[in-house]
């Protein structure tokens, strides 16, 4: 079951990279995302107050739910608006994905002091692997795109810090949200801050073509029910390490529909790329990780969302 969730959390959470690329086409970042987390937010919030919904809502406090608002704000404005914005500067989207594949050198580094989740040497193997694979898919993608700026390079990278961020910020926490609580709570902080974005910038008029209405139902069900909702159940029942580990696959997987739908590159050195990142998610899910002070079922039981 967790691999099968595993491969469906790399699909789903890869198409996001797509459908920014479908979207941004057509429309600026903070149009199609304003557009985005709409009517996802007003779905959601009808959900919680109909009277089945309410009961997960009853023991959180202010701080619980202020804790969700700002682990929303990092996870998903942040995170995606940065994402969002590289790609309409015009780095690939597989370059974009590529970039986030860092994201668990980071993790794995901070996963033992923050969260007592440490990693073994297999491990450490395993993301210094994937690193490689992302280093070749990133060098191939880099030298066959023209025209974009060193430094839009940059802004991924800062997308990929704001979702450590937010992983780590949830994580620490001990208070169990239902998937529906956080959902709710993180989509309404991102429709708020993107419509009020949209409106500050007068991009809040959606385009009349069918591909931007395209993209936009795209982004709701595949990467916001499916990749975003997927990357909190396998955090929950995998952790920290493993989970970002998969993040290597993305790159390689984004290339993979880069080149289908968009004609990207797709050279030799990206399919080495993937094999390389293939072989480092498998040597860091095969290991354990070793946790001293306390089991890793009663750890994974206390930061269980």
Not at 6 to 14: G, Q
Request: glycine fraction near 10%; charge should be positive.
């Amino acid at each position: 079951m967790n691999v099968l969730l595993s491969a469906a959390f790399v699909l789903c959470w890869s198409s996001g990279f797509v459908g920014a690329k479908l979207g941004t086409e057509d429309a600026g970042a903070t149009t199609l995302l304003m557009w985005r987390f709409l009517p996802l937010a007003a779905v959601l919030a009808g959900a919680a107050v109909h009277r089945r919904g309410r009961s997960a809502w009853r023991s959180l406090t202010p701080r619980d739910l202020t804790r969700q608002a700002v682990i929303g704000l990092l996870s998903q404005s942040g995170y995606l608006l940065t994402v969002y914005y590289a790609i309409q500067l015009g780095v690939s989207s597989g370059t974009t994905a590529l970039i986030d594949g860092t994201q668990p050198l980071v993790a794995g580094a901070l996963a033992g002091p923050l969260l007592r989740e440490y990693v073994s040497p297999r491990q450490w193997l395993g993301l210094c692997l994937g690193l490689a694979g992302v280093a070749l898919v990133t060098t191939a993608d880099a030298a066959a795109t023209r025209g974009v700026a060193w430094w839009t390079y940059v802004v991924p990278f800062a997308g990929m810090l704001s979702l450590v961020a937010a992983t780590f910020l949830d994580r620490r926490s001990r208070t169990q949200v239902t998937p529906a609580v956080s959902m709710t709570v993180h989509c309404t902080t991102s429709a708020l801050v993107f419509t009020a974005m949209a409106f500050m910038t007068g991009t809040a008029t959606p385009p009349v073509s069918a591909s931007f209405w395209l993209a936009t139902l795209w982004l709701i069900t595949l990467s916001t029910f499916g990749g975003y909702g997927l990357y909190w159940l396998v955090l929950q029942r995998s952790g920290v390490t493993e989970v970002n580990t998969l993040m290597f696959l993305m790159a390689p997987v984004t290339a993979v529909w880069g080149a289908a739908m968009f004609d990207e590159p797709f050279t030799t050195q990206t399919a080495l790329g993937l094999g390389v990142a293939l072989v480092a998610v498998g040597l860091v899910r095969g290991a354990s990780s070793r946790t001293p002070n306390a089991p890793k079922d009663q750890t994974e039981a206390t930061h269980s969302r």
